[in-house]
């Protein structure tokens, strides 16, 4: 796909403007030169699509909004992980610990790419704001939940605010920010993703074990979001993007709400398939071949429906066929399932087999997120330097392997060196990857259609995440009840299977808590190997990404902005 814009030098730069946008900059609105004045060739070029951006003060603020949502939605994908124990024993439902974090990411994975269809139709702060708004209800929700049930309810509708969020940061940080800056902005973002993860499980275990208990882990997210909205609301001006001219029915036609009523009930037929099949369920069992025969059939139907619907579609084929595109989004899968299933069962690792609290998990989770941190900063200091982003990508892959590998080999008695030097390594890795799709999408796409790919790359991570954490949980039940009957009976191993990480070692007898910690071990480990062939076949989209350069595309999609999209709306250019 050609990702140059049209040749604009000869048309004044008033052509280039849709009516529709209002333009505030100073430069733009004298930027028509007169050839016959005898103006010096290319001057009017870089007259007429020069992209200003706003003033560095503004930047700072706005860059802070979207650093605040951004932790708001990391921080709660995060610090669940240390409270689902404690949530557990108070639910009794360890069967349920797979939908506490799926049900959050398959509601952000089938609202995702709608919400990158309304960033293009509708005015960016305000779909932002609404955002925000509904993950905060779904925080709430989850915060005064009475049961299990309700919680999953809960995280679902947090889940939908967070696919719009996610998509947001980037579609906002584009108007505000050159591209060969922003993979530092991108970068920072990513270390800002690390200190919510260190934040996380820090404070969820802080809440966890102290009177607050854990539903705080929930409300914090209230007064997180209210400062980004506040900042968001009196900073944030934005013109209306290019198809905000569009009428009503034209808006719903391009919605495409055909292809979403198939796409969604075809993901959840999917999960629900893997949630329940070995262990509600078995594989053969009429239920589960029901749901995967209903996915396939649905899955093809939305596929027709994206090839027909060409632009009205929510994925036009031109952009899917992209190869960058295909490579980051099944990356971005990769990426997604290796850190969720990582994160949750390595955090019942630290419980069940260390006998630690939550507080303690947390702080044992630093290495692996403090690794993240350093990474995600150098590699966009690298991008930005050197422009290339493949690279990054390449390291990504490698190291997210190795360490993941390592983990395989925890036993009962593994001490600190063993677990902190191996998520050294998976953290370095997830670092250097976790925001490199979203930036190539930038580089390989025109102006228009970057919110779609953003979309796409954020709705891989978490379908890969709901997807793969599914996995692990089947692979852990599985393992948990088949390795427990090898070493107590088969009734007390049902018992146990039934219970939370954190009661191990109050209800098994001291006689066998080794042989029972050795079985629950070998069950984790399993969990690991699931996000270790993960890791493994992330190399092959890895190779596949185009060795592009923000810089040397950097003055195109500047004209693409100028003539298409989105644009901050100011007082003052900065010059």
């Known amino acids: ?293 209903l996915f396939g059939v649905l899955l093809m139907c939305w596929v027709v429906t994206q090839v027909r619907g060409n632009e009205n579609a929510t994925v036009p084929p031109r952009i899917f066929q992209q190869r960058t595109i295909i490579s980051g989004f099944c990356f971005s899968a990769c990426i997604g399932g290796v850190m969720l299933s990582m994160s949750y069962y390595l955090s019942i690792w630290f419980q069940a087999i260390d006998g630690v609290d939550a507080l303690q998990s947390g702080i044992r989770n630093l290495a692996f997120i403090l690794a993240l941190i350093v990474s995600s900063i150098l590699a966009g200091i690298f991008v930005s330097k050197v422009g290339y982003y493949s690279p990054c990508v390449i390291v990504c892959s490698i190291l997210m392997s190795i360490g993941t590998g390592l983990l395989t080999t925890l036993r009962v008695d593994s001490g600190g060196t063993e677990w902190i030097g191996y998520q050294v390594i998976a953290g370095l890795g997830m670092g250097f990857g976790m925001q490199q799709s979203g930036l190539a999408a930038q580089v390989v796409l025109k102006a228009e259609d970057v919110p779609i790919g953003a979309s796409l790359m954020f709705f891989g991570q978490q379908l890969g995440g709901s997807i793969f954490i599914c996995v692990a949980e089947t692979v852990f039940l599985q393992q948990q009840e088949s390795n427990l009957q090898k070493v107590i009976p088969a009734d007390t191993a049902a018992q146990l299977v039934g219970i939370g990480a954190t009661e191990l070692r109050s209800v098994v007898p001291p006689g066998l808590l080794q042989q029972v910690l050795g079985a629950y071990n070998e069950s984790i480990d399993h969990t690991f190997y699931v996000g270790m062939s993960v890791a493994c076949v992330s190399i092959i989209p890895a190779l596949l990404f185009e060795w592009k350069s923000v810089k040397g595309h950097e003055r195109t999609h500047d004209n693409e902005i100028a003539e298409n999209g989105t644009k901050a709306v100011f007082g003052k250019t900065r010059r």
């Not at 005898?38 to 003060?57: I, Q």
């Open 1 to 293: 796909m050609n990702s140059k814009a049209p040749d604009t030098t000869d048309s004044p730069a008033q052509d280039n403007v849709n009516p529709n946008i209002e333009m505030r900059h100073e430069k733009t609105q004298s930027a028509t030169v007169d050839k016959s004045d005898g103006a010096p060739p290319g001057s009017e070029e870089k007259s007429e699509n020069k992209m200003e951006y706003p003033p560095l003060r503004i930047v700072a603020l706005l860059m802070a909004a979207l650093y605040l949502a951004m932790f708001l939605v990391a921080l709660d994908r995060i610090i669940i992980s240390t409270a689902i124990p404690k949530i557990t024993d108070e639910f009794k439902s360890i069967d349920d610990i797979g939908w506490y974090g799926s049900a959050y990411v398959i509601a952000g994975c089938v609202t995702q790419l709608p919400f990158g269809r309304l960033y293009l139709f509708y005015n960016n702060k305000l779909v932002f704001l609404a955002a925000i708004v509904i993950f905060e209800v779904g925080s709430a929700l989850c915060g005064a939940a009475p049961n299990s049930i309700a919680f999953i309810i809960g995280r679902a509708l947090a889940g939908v605010g967070s696919s719009g969020v996610f998509s947001g940061v980037i579609v906002i940080m584009i108007p505000v920010t050159p591209l060969e800056k922003r993979p530092m902005y991108q970068g920072l973002l990513g270390a800002i993703f690390g200190v919510s993860s260190v934040v996380g499980p820090l404070v969820g275990g802080a809440f966890t074990t102290s009177y607050l208990t854990w539903r705080w882990c929930f409300y914090i997210n209230l007064p997180i979001g209210a400062v980004s909205m506040l900042i968001v609301v009196f900073f944030l001006h934005l013109s209306p993007p290019q198809q905000a001219a569009l009428n009503f029915q034209q808006k719903f036609i391009r919605m495409d709400l055909i292809g979403n009523l198939l796409f969604l009930p075809s993901i959840i037929s999917l999960l629900l398939a893997l949630q329940w099949g070995g262990t509600t369920f078995a594989w053969n069992n009429v239920r589960i071949i029901v749901l995967f025969i």
